[in-house]
C-alpha cells in the first residue's frame, strides 16, 4: 500500500522514505503492477508501492521530483508553484464545492479537524454566503403589499 504522504530524502547519499505523521494520512492501494503492464519491458523494476518512482521503480528524489514537476507546468504555460500548493489547493476546492470538512480533514491526513479548519478557514466566508443564499432559496418571500392589498378587499366586501 503506497501513502501519499511518504517523502523521500538523502542522508549520506541513500534515499530516505518518511512515513505520514498520523494513521490518518491517506494511502492509496493500486490495482496495476507497473511492472507487469509493460510486460517485463523494464526488467530493472523494483515494485516499492511508490506512487511517484523513478523510472525502475526506486524512491524519486523530492528534488528531481520538483523539477520534473516545474518542467511540466513551464511546458504547459501555467505559473511557477510549489508542489506543495496542489494539496492545498485541492482542499480548498474540496471544501469550495460543499465536501464536509472532516472529509477533507482525513483525505489531509489532519490528526484534528480544527486543523483542517483553522488552516482553511479563508475559504468559509464564501461557504457562509453559499449557506444564506441557500436559505434565501429554501424560504419563499412573501409580497406583504398584496397580501395587505387582498386583506383590504375581503374586509371591503365583507362590511358592503
Same mark, same amino acid.
Given at each position: 500500500?503506497?501513502?501519499?504522504?511518504?517523502?523521500? #530524502?538523502?542522508?549520506?547519499?541513500? $534515499?530516505?522514505?518518511?512515513?505520514?505523521?498520523? @494513521?490518518?494520512?491517506?494511502?492509496?492501494?493500486?490495482?496495476?503492477?507497473?511492472?507487469? /503492464?509493460?510486460?517485463?519491458?523494464?526488467?530493472?523494476?523494483?515494485?516499492?508501492?511508490?506512487? #511517484?518512482?523513478?523510472?525502475?521503480?526506486?524512491? %524519486?528524489?523530492?528534488?528531481? %521530483?520538483?523539477?520534473? #514537476?516545474?518542467? *511540466?507546468?513551464?511546458?504547459?504555460?501555467?505559473?511557477?508553484?510549489?508542489?506543495?500548493?496542489?494539496?492545498?489547493?485541492?482542499?480548498?476546492?474540496?471544501?469550495?464545492?460543499? /465536501?464536509?470538512?472532516?472529509?477533507?480533514?482525513?483525505?489531509?491526513?489532519?490528526? @484534528?479537524?480544527? %486543523?483542517?479548519?483553522? *488552516?482553511?478557514?479563508? /475559504?468559509?466566508?464564501? %461557504?457562509?454566503?453559499?449557506? /444564506?443564499?441557500?436559505?434565501?432559496?429554501?424560504?419563499?418571500?412573501?409580497?406583504?403589499?398584496?397580501?395587505?392589498?387582498?386583506?383590504?378587499? $375581503?374586509?371591503?366586501?365583507?362590511?358592503?
Amino acid at each position: 500500500m503506497a501513502c501519499l504522504a511518504n517523502i523521500s #530524502f538523502y542522508i549520506h547519499g541513500r $534515499v530516505i522514505l518518511k512515513l505520514p505523521n498520523t @494513521d490518518q494520512s491517506p494511502c492509496l492501494n493500486p490495482n496495476i503492477n507497473v511492472g507487469s /503492464v509493460l510486460g517485463g519491458q523494464i526488467k530493472k523494476w523494483q515494485e516499492n508501492g511508490l506512487i #511517484f518512482p523513478t523510472t525502475i521503480g526506486t524512491p %524519486m528524489a523530492a528534488r528531481n %521530483m520538483y523539477e520534473d #514537476f516545474r518542467k *511540466i507546468l513551464r511546458r504547459i504555460g501555467l505559473p511557477a508553484v510549489r508542489f506543495r500548493d496542489l494539496r492545498h489547493t485541492a482542499a480548498t476546492l474540496m471544501l469550495q464545492q460543499g /465536501v464536509h470538512p472532516k472529509i477533507v480533514q482525513e483525505r489531509l491526513g489532519h490528526a @484534528d479537524i480544527n %486543523m483542517t479548519l483553522n *488552516i482553511y478557514s479563508h /475559504v468559509l466566508p464564501s %461557504m457562509q454566503e453559499e449557506a /444564506v443564499e441557500k436559505l434565501d432559496e429554501l424560504l419563499i418571500p412573501i409580497e406583504v403589499r398584496n397580501e395587505i392589498k387582498q386583506v383590504s378587499e $375581503v374586509k371591503a366586501s365583507l362590511s358592503a
